[in-house]
T-cell receptor
Framework: KAGVTQTPRYLIKTRGQQVTLSCSPISGHRSVSWYQQTPGQGLQFLFEYFSETQRNKGNFPGRFSGRQFSNSRSEMNVSTLELGDSALYLC????????????FGPGTRLLVL | GQNIDQPTEMTATEGAIVQINCTYQTSGFNGLFWYQQHAGEAPTFLSYNVLDGLEEKGRFSSFLSRSKGYSYLLLKELQMKDSASYLCAVRDTVTGGGNKLTFGTGTQLKVEL
């Protein structure tokens, strides 16, 4: 069974631009969570989607948003990029909304110049 | 909210045993995870504890004491490939279920000859 896939793997943007990242979960997994990983802050929870609905949200500004499609694929969008948004963005999928182990994708490394 | 503490770095010798500790203070608890992350790669799932006690899986074991807010990951017969960051993560009790994980900053383990 294929693992979690994320595209693109690497991205360079400039301040003020917006970016959309994509995540395809493991087949059969319906929950998708997004995390931001930086050297200073570690892994921080952004949001979780299940059945096309946002179930949980972390403490990030409204510039960070996401959505989930009927096939469980998910996208996250960051608008008005700031230098501090440079990070590894990880997507994790699990079978159901709760009580299941999350499996991570390889991540998208975003550099904001 | 959650506060998770784990040592920043540890060094051990190939073939030895190492214990990585994790303490947490939570407003809600629904399980503790350990992940391994090699540099430049995605976190991979190692273990999950929701009840007190020891869970053993090959060379890796994880222990949980909910009353003490304490867990450890035990790695036996260390190999060079075990050099990685080890992440402790706690799952929140969230209304309606969900998979919000709060991560510690990770313990960088270096295995030496």
């Amino acid at each position: 069974k294929a693992g979690v896939t994320q595209t693109p793997r690497y991205l360079i943007k400039t301040r003020g631009q917006q970016v959309t990242l994509s995540c395809s979960p493991i087949s059969g997994h319906r929950s998708v969570s997004w995390y931001q990983q930086t050297p200073g802050q570690g892994l921080q929870f952004l949001f979780e989607y299940f059945s096309e609905t946002q179930r949980n949200k972390g403490n990030f500004p409204g510039r960070f948003s996401g959505r989930q499609f009927s096939n469980s694929r998910s996208e996250m969008n960051v608008s008005t990029l700031e230098l501090g948004d440079s990070a590894l963005y990880l997507c994790a999928s699990s079978l159901a909304a709760s009580g299941e182990t999350q499996y991570f994708g390889p991540g998208t490394r975003l550099l904001v110049l | 909210g959650q506060n998770i503490d784990q040592p920043t770095e540890m060094t051990a010798t190939e073939g030895a045993i190492v214990q990585i500790n994790c303490t947490y203070q939570t407003s809600g608890f629904n399980g503790l995870f350990w992940y391994q992350q090699h540099a430049g790669e995605a976190p991979t799932f190692l273990s999950y504890n929701v009840l007190d006690g020891l869970e053993e899986k090959g060379r890796f074991s994880s222990f949980l004491s909910r009353s003490k807010g304490y867990s450890y990951l035990l790695l036996k017969e260390l190999q060079m490939k075990d050099s990685a960051s080890y992440l402790c993560a706690v799952r929140d009790t969230v209304t309606g279920g969900g998979n919000k994980l709060t991560f510690g900053t990770g313990t960088q383990l270096k295995v030496e000859l």
